[in-house]
């Protein structure tokens, strides 16, 4: 059987660690990113990379974040050919553990 999904080769988990890195440190109400997924997983096919991100509580506006991201993202996905799926969660929402049997690999997390 053929496996789906889009080769890995050219792009690495480190280097895109760091343009997710680059792209959140320029977000005042991003605490956290992390990657999961098959992208992060190290698989050799993988159909997206999958980032959740987690904003202040305090933040007024999670959806202009998340469409902020997504606007950053999308340079990404034109210079590296692959799509990214982002989910967003305030603190409060990420400490029940909105994902179950899910591996998060910390990508950001500002200071």
Do not use: W
Request: with cysteine; charged share 20%.
């Amino acid at each position: 059987m053929v496996g789906c999904g889009k080769m890995t080769s050219g792009i690495t988990v480190s280097a895109m660690k760091m343009e997710i890195r680059s792209i959140s440190a320029g977000l005042h109400d991003v605490r956290n990113v992390f990657g999961f997924g098959s992208f992060f997983r190290g698989e050799r096919t993988f159909s997206d990379i999958d980032l959740a991100a987690v904003i202040r509580d305090q933040s007024n506006d999670g959806l202009a974040i998340y469409y902020l991201m997504m606007d950053h993202l999308s340079a990404l996905t034109e210079q590296y050919g692959v799509e990214f799926d982002l989910l967003v969660f305030t603190d409060k929402e990420f400490a029940f553990g909105p994902l179950r049997d899910v591996s998060f690999v910390p990508i950001y997390c500002a200071k």
